[in-house]
């Protein structure tokens, strides 16, 4: 394991993504947000208003039929797309997160045609069939892919999806990134000592994965043993929703064609220095997680990520 490299304001400003005035909304990438089931569509919301303020060009939200009607209202920049649902024989009585399935077993490739990154997992129920049943394809499929929430739970209770994970740099794919909080982490890691950074770290390496720890300091761990840490620590941040607000914008620059390293580097910098801006204007105990993405315009500037903007810093 390498040394720690602390995330500084220095850091995000070297790595901010080219822009290119000529560009269009195929230009700026496409994100497909595997999110969402009833009673926990805000996760989706959250996710992806936070995506849609990364800069990346179209949002495609794939969530149960239910959800479409609100998250149209709520975020009409997004385009959605309902999952198919057929009530298995038998099964009638059973709750519809069990009972989902695809009506058609090409539906769900043709889906991810054309889209540059994937986020699973956001308000994602564990026991929904039609994720677990997709689970392998996205793995196989997606350029980029980032892994959060429910699938992290169904990683927890699927030993044999990592198999499928590990080999994705093999076949010319970027690196699954995990965004797991310390009680998801110990489902996939029983093993670890909370604070170990160091088994942290070999866990990523021998996963092939990109492991972004959400704490109070956020660690991140690449496979080849680098290891990036925030250290600035904001008790606001600690509401639910906070971690789908970091998935989206994550998941948002990735489709934008950012490496996995440096775009996890910089959805944990950014997401922090919003929560530092937030604070300063609504109390820590008082700031949502929906009030984040209202300041990235801010940490764009205050990073000189916009051309002919001063640092105002």
Request: net charge negative.
């Given at each position: ?21 000529e560009g269009h909304k195929g230009t700026f990438g496409r994100l497909l947000l595997y999110a969402g ?46 999952i198919p649902k057929k009530a298995n024989a038998g099964a009638v009585l059973q709750p519809l997160l ?22 699973l997992g956001p308000g994602i129920a564990p026991e929904r069939k039609d994720v677990r049943d997709n ?179």
């Open positions: 394991m390498e040394p720690m490299e602390r995330i500084t304001r220095e850091r995000l400003t070297s790595l901010c993504p080219l822009r290119s005035e089931t009833e009673g926990m569509g805000g996760a989706a919301y959250m996710a992806a208003s936070s995506a849609l303020r990364s800069g990346v060009g179209l949002v495609y939200l794939l969530v149960p039929q239910e959800l479409i009607a609100p998250l149209m209202t709520m975020c009409p920049e997004a385009l959605t797309i309902p069990a009972v989902t399935t695809s009506e058609d077993p090409t539906w769900f490739a043709e889906t991810l045609q054309g889209k540059d990154a994937v986020l689970f392998p394809i996205l793995i196989r499929m997606v350029p980029h892919l980032v892994l959060d929430a429910g699938a992290i739970s169904i990683l927890a209770s699927e030993p044999s999806l990592w198999d499928e994970i590990r080999t994705r740099r093999q076949r010319g794919l970027g690196p699954a990134v995990l965004t797991p909080h310390i009680g998801e982490f110990l489902r996939i890691f029983p093993e670890w000592k909370t604070g170990d950074m160091e088994a942290a770290s070999e866990w990523a390496r021998k996963q092939e994965t990109i492991l972004v720890l959400k704490s109070h300091q956020t660690n991140i761990f690449t496979p080849d043993g680098k290891w990036y840490s925030n250290q600035e620590s904001n008790s606001g941040l600690a509401k639910g929703g906070s971690g789908d607000v970091l998935a989206g914008l994550l998941a948002g620059f990735l489709a934008q064609g950012m490496r996995e390293e440096d775009a996890c580097v910089c959805a944990v910098g950014i997401h922090s220095l919003a929560g530092q801006l937030c604070a300063k204007e609504h109390g820590r105990r008082a700031m949502l997680p929906t009030m984040l993405w209202h300041y990235y315009d801010r940490c764009f500037k205050i990073l000189n990520w916009e051309e002919g903007m001063e640092n105002d810093g």
